[in-house]
């Protein structure tokens, strides 16, 4: 039986819940740190791809991308693996990357609109990180940092279409603490598993 009490509103949870655990990893990645160069960012970018391959892997085997967002057009792996390969590596180097074993769980629908919160939330942040990137290392979309501007000029609607969609959702209290707890499991398994790669402050 569901309560007749307001409860906020996803999006409204899922940024209350996940601020302390955002802010606190953006602060740790070095792309504004003077240490960033062509090696640590190629590490970075190395690091990315080792969480989000299994990651992106996972939504896609269990078939639990929420239905009515056309993910095909949401799906960052190409265009990271594109990037690795113009900063130098191989496909045999790329394919031999350290893999993330410790991913959150994606076992409901609620689950994956959690993790799916976090990867379109790091991909409107990229915007910015873009042009730091470009300042700082000369790279663009042709030279390594596609990823970063993976949805070119669609990244602001395609980030309200995502917003959109979640606030459509008619969720339970239930179902918003399995999406707001999957939400911060991501963040954190995200900033653990860069850390063993040893590319954060």
């Keep these: 039986m569901s309560s007749a009490a307001p409860h906020p509103s996803l999006i409204q949870a899922l ?3 996940t601020a302390t655990l955002h802010i ?4 740790r990645l070095p792309f504004f740190s003077e240490r960033l160069d062509l ?9 990315y791809y080792g969480f989000y391959q299994p990651l992106e892997q996972r939504l896609h085997v269990l078939a639990l991308i929420p239905t009515g967002l056309d993910q095909s057009l949401r799906v960052k792996l190409p265009v990271l693996r594109a990037d690795l390969t113009a900063l130098g590596l191989d496909d045999a180097a790329i394919d031999a ?9 994606i ?5 994956a609109l959690g993790v799916s919160y976090v990867l379109e939330g790091a991909t ?14 000369g790279l663009d979309a042709s030279s390594g940092a596609a990823f970063l501007d993976v949805y070119g000029e669609f ?16 969720l339970d209290q239930a179902q918003t603490l399995e999406v707001t707890n999957a939400a911060k499991a991501t963040f954190t398994y995200f900033e653990h598993w860069l ?3 040893e590319v954060l402050l």
């Design 15 to 17: 940024r209350t819940e």
């Design 24 to 27: 606190a990893l953006e602060k």
């Design 39 to 47: 090696a640590l960012y190629r590490r970075l970018m190395a690091a």
């Design 97 to 105: 990357l350290p893999t993330c074993q410790a991913l959150p769980r």
């Design 107 to 111: 076992d409901s629908r609620a689950a």
């Design 124 to 137: 409107l942040g990229g915007q910015i990180l873009r042009r730091r990137v470009a300042e700082q290392l």
């Design 155 to 170: 990244t602001g609607r395609r980030w309200k279409d995502f917003l959109q969609y979640l606030d459509d959702r008619n």
């Design 195 to 197: 850390d063993s790669q």
